[in-house]
């Protein structure tokens, strides 16, 4: 039996504007259905006077889950509601890392929960980049590929470089707009 292939499609970038600069969090969902949306950042790890080969940026993927928030609960297992994620739990009043989290973003528990169940992938992703940002991206994919600039060029064109993908015009992807608002852009309008 043959299993089911992602076919990845480009949501958006919530991530800077200039990704290969200032870092990149490329959204994808997966046209079959299969498997859950995914993030894909992006972290230039060479000083910025380094330029040319010897530039490296570290690339790590991690899964979008869209968590429950049951009882006051915030969890990722959706087979066990009642146990809260590793960056939800809040069992020693010394270490609530909820509230942590939710005061690192400048938000109420309650509007944090909201981003982490909400259909809308990009506000998930958003949910989940904080937990990077927060606690670090090792927790969300401790094993980052380094990639030199011509592969970031061959494994990430569109969202890199928009500029370069000019044969199809007409090609959509989904894309963030500086407005926030989302939708189904033109490359050559992104």
């Known amino acids: 039996m043959k299993t089911r292939q992602p076919i990845w499609q480009f ?39 380094v330029r040319g080969k010897d530039e490296r940026w570290e690339v790590r993927r991690f899964i979008v889950e869209k968590c429950t928030f049951i009882d006051g609960i915030l969890s990722d297992n959706r087979f ?25 973003i400048g938000a109420t528990k309650d509007e944090l929960a909201a981003m982490f169940t909400s259909p809308d992938v990009l506000e998930r992703a958003r949910a989940w980049s904080f937990v990077g940002q927060y606690f670090g991206f090792d927790n969300l994919d401790a094993y980052p590929r380094e990639m030199t600039r011509k592969d970031l060029f061959n494994a990430y064109r569109a969202e890199c470089f928009p500029h370069s993908v000019r044969r199809n015009k007409r090609a959509k992807c989904a894309a963030v707009a500086p407005s926030g608002e989302v939708g189904p852009f033109t490359i050559a309008s992104v």
Do not use: M, Q
Request: glycine content about 10%; proline content about 9%.
């Open 11 to 49: 949501e958006g970038n919530i991530g800077d504007a200039s990704p290969l600069d200032f870092g990149g969090l490329f959204v994808y969902t997966d046209k079959t259905g299969v498997y859950e949306p995914e993030c894909v950042s992006i972290e230039r790890t060479t000083p910025d006077d």
């Open 80 to 104: 066990h509601p009642g146990k809260p994620a590793w960056f939800a739990s809040e069992n020693d009043p010394r270490d609530n890392k909820l509230a942590a989290l939710s005061s690192y």
